[in-house]
């Protein structure tokens, strides 16, 4: 399966978006690791090795404009799909913003599409 080797941390604090998103990027073959919160997702950050972070923008621990900054200015090599219900924020955002309710389809394909992209540009040789 081809997404095998794509390692994906999935940030979400709406417990069913999370563990359903889980099981379906699991099905299509992902390596899944989750958390519900920006402090758990430095923790698994620290502890496993990721491609790609799919996180929402506002959660009530470490969440919205302070963990855009740290995975900007902390995780530059990682790829990042930001998910909101909310508004567009009032600064920029550096990442892919995907407005929720989203289609767990498109946004897989997003990730295989950036995944693909990122390999392709030499920033990664794919080997784990």
Not at 66 to 93: A, H, M, N
Not at 94 to 119: H, Q, T
Request: charged share 30%; proline share 4%; net charge negative.
């Amino acid at each position: 399966m081809p997404n095998e080797q794509v390692r994906v941390l999935v940030v979400e604090d709406e417990d069913a978006i999370r563990l359903s998103l889980r099981d379906f990027l699991k099905k299509k073959g992902y390596e899944v690791q989750v958390a519900s919160d920006g402090v758990g997702a430095i923790k698994l950050l620290l502890d496993h090795e990721l491609d790609i972070v799919v996180t929402d923008y506002r959660m009530d621990i470490l969440g919205g404009d302070y963990w855009i900054r740290f995975l900007e200015r902390f995780c530059p090599d990682l790829q990042v799909i930001i998910t909101s219900g909310f508004l567009k924020p009032d600064f920029f955002i550096p990442f892919e913003v995907i407005y929720k309710p989203f289609d767990y389809a498109e946004l897989e394909a997003r990730i295989a599409s950036r995944m693909a992209e990122y390999r392709k540009s030499g920033a990664r040789d794919g080997s784990a």
